[in-house]
């Protein structure tokens, strides 16, 4: 399978505001509306951690998706869009309280800020939304926002179960953000192709397409905590190293680098002993080799859509995904 950057055949689009504009405006309003509660404080935190921006990746996959695959009726699959943001916002304002996080998006974390109580709350509240907005869609449909819910659950304890733990390997760090980050782009793209009224054969495939976009994302996330500018990433780099988070550049290091196994084990390390693993990482070949892993999966999500007829919005969608993999060259 070839994983060669995409020449698209139309002129695509630099943002997906050029195509979904609308849709995603939508989005930002509706999200406003469900952040709303008779507790302020819900509100504020909820609001703080929202408002903040962040990628809005998954609602343009979503949205994408649904418009590649002949969408029409934008009322369901923006209420989806809104209830996977929810979600995944929920996610994060629990794992800031279950990593100790300080900083989210350039700024002080919603645990750091408003503390550990509230922050969870909201966290609950966040994922009642978002579940109030799946309540009115049929069966199967909250039957796949559920299991995207209960593999985040699973994920994180997977995850929590191999922090600073030398023994985790490549397969398990696939498990970890297959269930963590790609379960949800799943979702939504399955979804999206559900509501489009396209068969069972192309839903699969969205799926499918979801799923090695979100495996693409969170690789490359992974490379980013390494090699990025911090002023670019928007928060510390070398978090995972920090915290102990199994990673792919550390998953792949501590296979064959037997120094960044003995400190990846080590229940914290000093400022000095992050820059040696660092350091370590950089001078490496895992780097290369974690951007290879990461373009298979994006060469299997432009696979997928491959059984889509051409649109701008399938132009894009391959456009995005070289865009993601791109953000590591």
Request: hydrophobic share 45%; proline share 3%.
């Amino acid at each position: 399978m070839s994983t060669a950057r995409t020449t698209p055949a139309l002129t695509t689009p630099t943002s997906p505001a050029a195509l979904i504009g609308d849709e995603l405006q939508l989005v930002e309003h509706r999200l406003g509306e469900l952040l709303r509660s008779r507790e302020t404080r819900l509100t504020d935190i909820a609001a703080y951690l929202i408002g903040a921006g962040g990628k809005r990746a998954r609602p343009a996959v979503t949205l994408l998706v649904f418009r590649a695959c002949g969408g029409t009726n934008v009322r369901d699959i923006v209420d989806v869009a809104v209830a996977l943001e929810l979600i995944h916002s929920a996610s994060l304002l629990h794992d800031d309280i279950i990593d100790g996080s300080q900083v989210r998006r350039g700024r002080d974390s919603a645990r750091r800020k408003y503390g550990v109580a509230e922050t969870l709350v909201t966290g609950d509240f966040l994922f009642s939304r978002a579940f109030q907005i799946c309540g009115r869609f049929d069966e199967r449909l909250i039957d796949w926002a559920a299991e995207a819910c209960v593999a985040l659950t699973e994920g994180e304890i997977m995850q929590g179960r191999f922090r600073r733990n030398p023994d985790v390997t490549y397969d398990d760090y696939v498990e970890i953000i297959a269930r963590k980050t790609a379960s949800l782009f799943e979702v939504g793209a399955r979804t999206a192709a559900y509501l489009a009224a396209t068969d069972d054969a192309a839903v699969d495939a969205m799926g499918r397409c979801g799923r090695h976009v979100g495996m693409t994302f969170q690789m490359i996330d992974d490379l980013l905590d390494v090699t990025a500018a911090e002023a670019t990433l928007g928060k510390p780099v070398g978090l995972d190293v920090r915290e102990g988070n199994p990673s792919l550049p550390l998953v792949l290091a501590i296979a064959e680098d037997d120094e960044v196994r003995r400190l990846f084990a080590k229940s914290a390390l000093s400022d000095a002993e992050v820059a040696l693993v660092l350091g370590r990482l950089r001078r490496s070949a895992v780097i290369a080799h974690g951007h290879r892993l990461a373009l298979e999966h994006a060469a299997a999500a432009r696979e997928a859509l491959r059984s889509l007829p051409d649109s701008a919005y399938r132009q894009y969608l391959l456009s995005l995904i070289d865009q993601l993999v791109e953000r590591a060259s």
